[in-house]
C-alpha cells in the first residue's frame, strides 16, 4: 500500500512539473533573445506565405492531411532541446500548438512548453518582424531535420 502511495505521488509530482505556458508576443520575443528555442510546426507552403520568426527551427507537425508521425517529429525535436530544457512552439493561430505543446508536456516529458497563443499571424500583426523561410528551408531539408 506505502508503495502505491508513494508511486501515485511521485507521479503526481511529476506531472505538476510539467507545465505548458501560453505567451504572446512580448514573451515569445525575451523567451527567443534569451536562447529558448521556438520550433514552428506549420506546413512549408505557410512558412513561405508568411515568413517565419528569425531563427525559429522549421519542423512540420501536422502534414496536410492532419496526419502525425509523432515518434518521428520527436527524434527531430531532441536535438533541439532536451525534456528538461524549455521549448516554444508557435503555429499559425496557436491552435495546433495546444496539442503539441500536451504531447510535448504530457507524452515526451518535456518540462516547460511555452505555446504562442496567437500564432505567427499575431506576432505579425503586432509588428514582430519576420524573415523570408527559403534559406531556412533549404538548410534543414539538407539536414533532413525538416
Known amino acids: 500500500m506505502r508503495r502505491l502511495f508513494l508511486a501515485c ?12 505556458i501560453d505567451i ?18 506549420r ?3 505557410e512558412w513561405e506565405e508568411t515568413g ?7 519542423l512540420t507537425f501536422f502534414d496536410e ?9 520527436l527524434e527531430k525535436v531532441k536535438p533541439i532541446a ?10 499559425r493561430s496557436g491552435n495546433r500548438t495546444k496539442a503539441v505543446s500536451q504531447f510535448l508536456s504530457q507524452q515526451a516529458g518535456y518540462a516547460t512548453v511555452y505555446n504562442v497563443r496567437q500564432g505567427i499571424k499575431g ?6 518582424p519576420v524573415v523570408p523561410a527559403n534559406q531556412t528551408i533549404a538548410s534543414c531539408k539538407a539536414a533532413k531535420t525538416c
Open 65 to 73: 492531411k492532419g496526419k502525425v508521425d509523432a515518434p518521428a517529429w
Open 52 to 58: 517565419i520568426v528569425s531563427g525559429s527551427k522549421l
Open 123 to 128: 506576432w505579425i500583426a503586432a509588428g514582430g
Open 43 to 45: 506546413l512549408q507552403s
Open 24 to 41: 504572446d508576443n512580448v514573451q515569445l520575443d525575451k523567451l527567443s533573445r534569451s536562447g529558448v528555442p521556438v520550433i514552428d510546426i
Open 9 to 20: 505521488l511521485l507521479a503526481a509530482t511529476g506531472a505538476a512539473q510539467a507545465e505548458i
Open 82 to 91: 532536451k525534456p528538461n530544457e524549455p521549448v516554444i512552439v508557435i503555429c
